[in-house]
C-alpha cells in the first residue's frame, strides 16, 4: 500500500510558474502526474522512473514541466513553467504500476492516487 501526499498548487497569471511535489509511504517504482480539467477526462502530465532515472512527458507540456526525484525522501516535484490558461485543473500525483511503461499515461495504468491538488492559470 502507497499513500501519497502532494504539495504545491495555487493561482498564478499566464507565463508564471508553480511547484507541485508529492511524498510517497511505501514502495514503488515509479511516480507520475495527471491534471483533470472541468468536463475533461484525467490525462497524464509527466511520469518518472526511479531505477534508471526516466522521464515521460505529455505533448502538452514538454519543455515547459520538469519532473524531478529526490530519493531520500520517496518524492518527485513538478517544476511547472510558462504556465498556460489551459494548464488548470486538479492535478494528482499517482504511483505503482498496473501496466506497461508506454501506458504511463493512462489513469488504469497507476495503482494509487493522492488527493489532488488545484493548479489556476489566469490570462
Known sequence: Q???VESGGG???AGGSLRLSCIASGVTS???WFREAPGKEREGVA???FA???TAYSDA???RF???QDRAKK???LQMDNLKPEDTGIYYCAAGSMGYDQDWNSPPAWMYWGQGTQVTVSS
Open 2 to 4: 502507497v499513500q501519497l
Open 11 to 13: 493561482s498564478v497569471q
Open 30 to 32: 515509479r511516480m507520475g
Open 47 to 49: 511520469a518518472l522512473w
Open 52 to 54: 534508471y532515472g526516466r
Open 61 to 63: 507540456v514538454v519543455g
Open 66 to 68: 520538469t519532473i524531478s
Open 75 to 77: 518524492m518527485v516535484s
